[in-house]
């Protein structure tokens, strides 16, 4: 069985050193940067999973590595910040991670958070085995074997999130879609005023897949209740 793999990027050696400790325990493989940087080389030659990915850091801070890392791969990426305000969340949700993690945080709450987001790569690249067929919405082609999406024969770079929070909308065309239970579908955890995190990804979303994201053909937003895609 492959080993998974973990990349924390933290300019903080107590920090990555005490996650060190429950990752290890938990059987994961650790690979160590303290900037973007290093990260990025390191991306260039190493096969991983997840990335725990700080901030505020020297040389290249967690934002800009972390546009720099959708640039080219779709690997889960939650973000680690001092930073708590909504506007800081939404700052690290809206270039490409997956989750954030506010500083100082839980050891135990962390680990939490990789098993969920890894579960929930899994459990997508799971069921595309019995369901490889191909979902198409207009011009864009859905598929779920290959967790790949193309918009008029171009493929389109996805995160994760991004992809699976697609996936759930074309399954369920014509079918008005909370907000709670896209949340509580797509990151796999109790809802809890979580609106923003799924109105970032969706205007993401859109900015990828619509011909003109400020008037969007394919995801319509359902005033008050969630989103669907149209049946026809």
Same mark, same amino acid.
């Given at each position: 069985?492959?080993?998974?793999?973990?990349?924390?990027?933290?300019? #903080?050696?107590?920090?990555?050193?005490?996650?060190?400790?429950?990752?290890?325990?938990?059987?994961?493989?650790?690979?160590?940067?303290?900037?973007?940087?290093?990260?990025?080389?390191?991306?260039?030659?190493?096969?991983?999973?997840?990335?725990?990915?700080?901030?505020?850091? @020297?040389?290249?801070?967690?934002?800009?590595?972390?546009? *720099?890392?959708?640039?080219?791969?779709?690997?889960?990426?939650?973000?680690?910040?001092?930073?708590?305000?909504? +506007?800081?969340?939404?700052?690290?949700?809206?270039?490409?991670?997956?989750?954030?993690?506010?500083?100082?945080?839980?050891?135990? #709450?962390?680990?939490? =958070?990789?098993?969920?987001?890894?579960? =929930?790569?899994?459990?997508f690249n799971g069921g595309?085995?019995?369901?490889?067929?191909? +979902? /198409?919405? #207009?011009? +864009?082609?859905?598929?779920?074997?290959?967790?790949?999406?193309?918009?008029?024969? /171009?493929?389109?770079?996805?995160? @994760? =999130?991004? !992809?699976?929070?697609?996936?759930?909308?074309?399954?369920?065309?014509?079918?008005?879609?909370?907000?709670?239970?896209?949340?509580?579908?797509?990151?796999?955890? @109790? !809802?809890?005023?979580?609106?923003?995190?799924?109105?970032?990804?969706? =205007?993401?979303?859109?900015?990828?897949? #619509?011909?003109?994201?400020?008037? @969007?053909?394919?995801? *319509?937003?359902?005033?008050? +209740?969630?989103?669907?895609?149209?049946?026809n």
């Open positions: 069985m492959a080993v998974t793999t973990i990349l924390m990027v933290d300019d #903080e050696a107590e920090i990555i050193k005490l996650m060190s400790i429950y990752l290890k325990n938990e059987g994961y493989k650790l690979l160590q940067a303290s900037d973007g940087i290093q990260a990025l080389h390191l991306l260039q030659t190493e096969h991983v999973d997840l990335i725990i990915l700080d901030v505020m850091m @020297p040389k290249m801070d967690g934002l800009e590595a972390c546009i *720099k890392i959708r640039e080219n791969n779709h690997i889960p990426i939650i973000m680690l910040s001092a930073k708590g305000q909504d +506007i800081d969340k939404i700052s690290g949700l809206s270039v490409g991670a997956d989750d954030y993690v506010t500083k100082p945080f839980s050891p135990l #709450e962390l680990l939490a =958070r990789v098993k969920s987001q890894l579960r =929930r790569v899994n459990q595309a085995a019995a369901n490889a067929n191909e +979902i /198409q919405i #207009e011009d +864009i082609v859905i598929n779920i074997a290959s967790h790949s999406v193309t918009v008029d024969q /171009q493929m389109i770079k996805l995160t @994760p =999130r991004e !992809f699976n929070l697609l996936q759930m909308l074309a399954v369920n065309r014509g079918t008005v879609l909370s907000m709670d239970r896209i949340y509580e579908e797509v990151w796999n955890e @109790p !809802f809890m005023d979580s609106k923003n995190s799924v109105m970032v990804h969706v =205007r993401k979303l859109r900015e990828k897949i #619509e011909k003109n994201p400020r008037d @969007p053909k394919i995801i *319509k937003t359902v005033w008050g +209740i969630g989103y669907k895609i149209e049946s």
